[in-house]
């Protein structure tokens, strides 16, 4: 990755790309750390601590890069972008006319669907922004001043934040190198590892020197392991039956349909991360409700009953989302239409059953796989009580792994295609 970074730095229109890239990043770090006025941030952050950690607001906290608990600028991130993707996505689906403007329309439709997403993202940042004040005002001692135009000034300056990280990640997407808003999210992350660190540290003067051994070198397995199935696919082999057309002859090659195990990437945790920790965050708006046995036995995030139906919730939204993603009916009529067929298996519905079949093992497999990182971080908190409170999630490791790959394999797509010699040595 290293190399492939620095033979990237030698090109003079990559090294622009890369400086641009880091220099939208480097802005939007700047913004998040910026508070929004009227707001107590110290009063904040000890709420964030003491009540809010294992609820859907801790998980929106880190993926944001701790500006959540903070009321920054930029505390709504990338969430307001992200959501109106998926319902964009999902509507898609159900609505017949978004689903022709997506299929048939090509790069105009195209362009209508990011313009119906950006104006969702507004729409979804304005609501936010007023869910969040609202959250803000009810605990009372955190908004110093509870005025009407305070209001529209801490909700119009969310929304604001949120339309600036949408228009970010859109320059990075355009103009640098990889997707905007996986590198925004990355970045993220990446802002919480020296607090990591420093906890890591503190924690191997109270704990026992094997349990350390035991947290780097899991880590790192699991990263090794992330990485292995990252590039995992199931290829399926396809003929193409030769045609002639005049005095030529198209066709008669052999190919394959890749289809990759973890298909659906980190969105099946983030989703089920996001319903299992709605009961918790409900009884943090109750007063003494994180105290409650219910809360401290099913809800808590550390608990075993926790841990299984976050397990079964990955699982279902991994089979939800591949079936979205991959439709075997429509990939065999493509198939039939250009000539191709799978060996063995008669076009049209032999194959469409054939690929679905493929299809449910893969999901399968990658929802375990998404499964095992996702909990490994509970197991081990719950064996070893010393790194329970550890900032170290199966989610942000996935996602960090995912976008280095993705981004190092941006750079070498684009050396390739312009033939550079110490790339291809």
Known sequence: MFKTLANAWKIPELRKKLMFTLMILLLYRIGNVIPVP??????LTTMFDSVLSNTILGLYNAMSGSAFSQATVLALSIQPYINSSIIIQLLTIAIPALERMAKEEGEEGKKKIEKITRYTTVALGLLMGWAYFMMLKNYGGIITDDSFLTAIVIILTFTAGSAVVMWLGEQITAHGIGNGISMILFANIISGIPSAANMLFETCFTAN??????????????????VFVNDAERRIPVQYAKRVVGRKIYGGQSTNLPIKVSMSGVMPVIFAQSICSLPATICAFIPNGTKSWVYENIFDSTTWVYAVVYFLMIF????????????????????????????GFRPGRPTADFIKKVINKIVVFGAVYLGIVALLPIIAGNLMPTFKNLAIGGTSIIIVVGVALETVKALEAQMLMRHYKGFLD
């Open 38 to 43: 009227y707001i107590d941030v110290k009063a």
């Open 209 to 226: 020197w094997w349990q350390v051994l035991v947290a780097v070198l899991g880590v790192a397995m699991l990263i090794v392991f992330i």
């Open 316 to 343: 279902f939204f991994s089979w939800f989302y591949a079936s979205i993603q991959y439709d075997p009916v429509e990939i065999g009529n493509n198939l039939k239409q250009n000539g191709g067929f799978i060996p």
